[in-house]
């Protein structure tokens, strides 16, 4: 099975270190089951953008890029809901 490579800019790892504990834990495990499947159940494509996608971790966003041809995940953005769309 193919895997992906998972790489997060300089800003979502420090959006990620931010956050609470607990919620670095649910959101490293989605960023490890990424290297699997890109595109996982409930993960959406961002409407006005070539190649963003999204995926939820209750109420954080983890907004990242597929490259399939170098087989890399590039997370650009980790944040609250509220927030996140606001960076793009």
């Given at each position: 099975?193919?895997?992906y490579r998972?790489?997060l800019?300089q800003?979502?790892?420090?959006e990620?270190?931010?956050l609470p504990?607990q919620?670095?834990?649910k959101?490293v495990?989605?960023?490890r089951?990424?290297?699997?499947?890109p595109?996982?159940?409930?993960?959406?494509k961002?409407k006005g953008?070539?190649n963003?996608?999204?995926?939820?971790?209750g109420?954080?966003?983890l907004i990242?890029?597929?490259?399939?041809?170098i087989m890399?995940i590039?997370v650009?953005?980790?944040?609250?809901r509220?927030?996140i769309?606001?960076?793009?």
């Amino acid at each position: 099975m193919k895997r992906y490579r998972v790489v997060l800019t300089q800003t979502a790892e420090k959006e990620l270190r931010r956050l609470p504990s607990q919620v670095i834990e649910k959101i490293v495990t989605v960023l490890r089951s990424l290297e699997e499947n890109p595109r996982p159940a409930g993960c959406k494509k961002l409407k006005g953008y070539k190649n963003l996608w999204r995926v939820r971790v209750g109420d954080y966003r983890l907004i990242y890029a597929i490259e399939e041809v170098i087989m890399l995940i590039d997370v650009r953005e980790i944040g609250h809901r509220k927030d996140i769309y606001d960076k793009l």
